[in-house]
């Protein structure tokens, strides 16, 4: 059996019944093949260039990894926590331009997009958060160049030319500040060169990719050099999409169409001081995101009926939504489909810069180092968020109607050195945040015929799609004309912190390492609820309880759930809120680290952190009570807490058989008490609180220079436990068996929190060889193994990701001398079809809808190198 066989039949269907894989047996077959054949995969390729007979001579070696996982410049192998360190030619070897694609060469991290793809959220360790929610904050921070990212979706882009990318796991809050609880993701973008140089790229590929890449170097004077970046890339949507009754004419989504430049300017008046400038600007006019439907609810019939009816506004021959949905029963899971269904149009616009300046100064005594940075991210857009051919709810595409602004203005200083046995680091750091969104939701043209014939089907009284307008006496389709919600909130968030880090080496091989960080975190925010028609929908319903209350209860409750969703509630109308929040917050940690040799490093480490409260914004309603059945109660106190952790982890780093291999083990536990957990209910994000998650288990890696010269395997495992070992008030999907009207009642498998698969794996390995005096030979594989996960907040087992493997490759041939270099490449080479998010799908009862991740792509890439 083949790799590629043997991950097929690991992942080949999604699903319950295919949650587990056999680790073992597909990792032992991918390691042998790894073993045997040149280029089989690799996370760390780090072999002598076979160019270099001086290194060709000494044999193969891994060479020093040098990180700034705690603020200074450290070898990887005596930094005392989890780190991946990802090489600027293994990003090259992968083709990572983003921290999504990054998940390829990292065990343990998944990032996915929602909804759009300014909206990404990463995880490691299965902690993190999911969904499109402005005011909740990352679990996994993101800091590019220094500079913190308060938002994964900013970090979505292209990077540009990295140098370095550094993951660190678990807790990192002591020195990288508050909403890194997870770990940090820490970029490191290239450097302006004293010496001139310069490189060109250009790469097509399938779904009519384009894209083309430049940078140039050089010195300017003296103490002033330069390094310019600019990319593009156009790429056709891999959904195609069936546009049902109209006016959309898109016959694609998911696609790109990027513009990146990147400027620096490296000043260096002196030995003692330098100083670092950089400028970026990233514009996106993209069509994102589509979703396809994967379990087909009770109703899916209407909505084709719907679209093919022009009585009902549709058009003859019109589709909704597939039509095997008319024949596929609950719970069934429909074929494999790359076709989403929108009748309106799927559009955003996103713009990102900022500027930033890094001053080092050798004081002497120590170094003094400022970053100073702002930032400025701006989204806008639309999207058919019903996600069907016919026309229930859009979020229109109207100038800033729906958008998304966030401004941040930062500052941190350190000052570190060394005396004696100490090296010792304190500082400062500074945060101003404005977030300013807006959403606008109308409901369409069949919305209210729509949700009386659902109901009335539901209640078993027959296809009636004019039930509203004979409850509210109103003319058919004028109770909900025009009507939807039209929102507006602002968050400000001030954070100022004082941190220190000092390590102690109590014997050369004994090393005691301790920090603190105190931060008070304050923010405000404000929300202004409006509805567009005077919430007349909505109205007209709760004015006719009398004459609802005779039809059956299941009627009852989809005509007034889907007719009084918190959008149209007209007791949000005109009013908002203004809240407060002030924290503060002291988190440490302390680490111990005992060098055996100069081979074997063991460590312990203990650490806290924290992630900062906020505020849901959004519409928020108190559950039904005795006092408020329908549970349609605004509450303008949307404050959710902090989420804290206590952290352990215990370590071995070894570089060992003549620095040809390095191996790296840790068990980690972490405990998190009021896990921030998003929860979509229909249309919006609200965050809840779950009292204790906890994640614990083994994470390992390792790099090996083999005997076959430039030739390198590499890798990593994580088997992580992140169990929920206390709902509190949250709900999951078996806490809805038993209502009124549910015939497929579904029980959660298990208590794993969403996205947090058992076992994650990277195999990878690159092989380089000259083939004459001047022409070489580069190939490279990658595999990211993961068993199953729930994608759902509510652990719906409908939700769950079977488990899969993806297999990238490159091979290239070119110059020795790096002069020039042509590649052919592919991604998700299998073509496996798999689930970024599952979710369900709005007013269309016990329907399941998936944003879906890229099949198969491939292409060709040109390089050239000036020097």
Known sequence: MSLIQGIALSGARRGSAHKMASLPRAWCLALAIGGGLPGAYAQAADAPNPADSSSAAAGPSLSEIIVTAEKRSENLQDVPISVIAVSAQQIKDAGITDIR????????????????????????????????????????????????????????????????????????????????????????????????????????????????????????????????????????????????????????????????????????????????????????????????????????????????????????????????????????????????????????????????AEVNWNLGFGKLTSITAWRDNTESGGNDVDYTGIDLLTFPNEGSANSTDFKQVSEELRLAGKNGPVSWLGGFFFSNEILATRTLALQGSQFEPYISAVASEAGGLGFDPLLVSQITGNAPGATFADTGYNDSYRQDARSTALFTNETYSITQALDLTVGARYTNDKKTASASYNAAGGGAGCSALLNNLGAISTLPVASQQFLVGYGCYTGTNPLFNGNGFNQTDNENNLSGTAKLAYHINEEVMTYASWANGYKAGGFNLSRVTAPPSATDPLGITPQYNTAFPRETVESGEIGIKTTLFNKTLRLNASYFYQAYTDFQLNTFTGVQFVVNTLPKVVSKGVDLDFAWATPLQGFTISGGVTQDLTNIDNFGSASTISDFCGGAGDTACTFRENNRLSFAPLWSGVLAGSYQVPLTGSLGLRSSLEEKYSSSYNTGSDLDPRKIQGAYGLLDGRVGIGALDESWTVEIWGANLTNKYYYGVAFDSPFQYNTIASYLTAPRTYGATLRVKFK
Do not use: W
């Open 101 to 356: 694609s990054l998940t390829i060469l990292t065990p343990g991290l998944t990032v996915t997009s929602e909804g759009d793809e300014n909206i990404t959220t990463a995880r490691i360790r299965g902690i993190g958060t999911v969904g499109d929610n402005p005011g909740l904050e990352s679990s996994v921070g993101v800091n590019i160049d220094g500079v913190y990212r308060p938002r994964n979706g900013v970090a979505f882009g292209d990077l540009g030319e990295i140098d370095q990318i550094e993951v660190l796991y678990g807790p990192q809050g002591e020195l990288f500040g508050q909403n890194n609880d997870a770990g940090v993701i820490n970029v490191t973008t290239k450097r302006p060169s004293s010496t001139f140089g310069a490189t060109a790229e250009i790469t097509g590929g399938n779904f009519n990719d384009r894209e083309f890449r430049g940078s140039i170097t050089g010195p300017l004077n003296d103490i002033m050099a330069g390094r310019l970046y600019f990319g593009f890339q156009q790429q056709q949507g891999f959904l195609q999409v069936n546009d049902g009754i109209g006016p959309n004419t898109q016959n694609n989504t998911d696609s790109r169409h990027m513009f990146t430049g990147r400027g620096q300017l490296s000043i260096t008046p002196s030995d003692d001081l330098d100083i670092l400038l950089i400028a970026d600007y990233s514009k996106r006019d993209e069509s994102c995101c589509g979703a396809v439907v994967e379990y087909a609810g009770p109703f899916q019939g209407l909505v084709n009926t719907f679209a093919s009816t022009p009585l009902l506004g549709g058009k003859i021959g019109a589709l909704g939504n597939s039509p095997l949905a008319n024949t596929y029963g609950q719970n069934q899971l429909l074929p494999n489909s790359y076709l989403a269904y929108a009748n309106q149009p799927i559009n955003q616009y996103i713009r990102d810069m900022g500027v930033s």
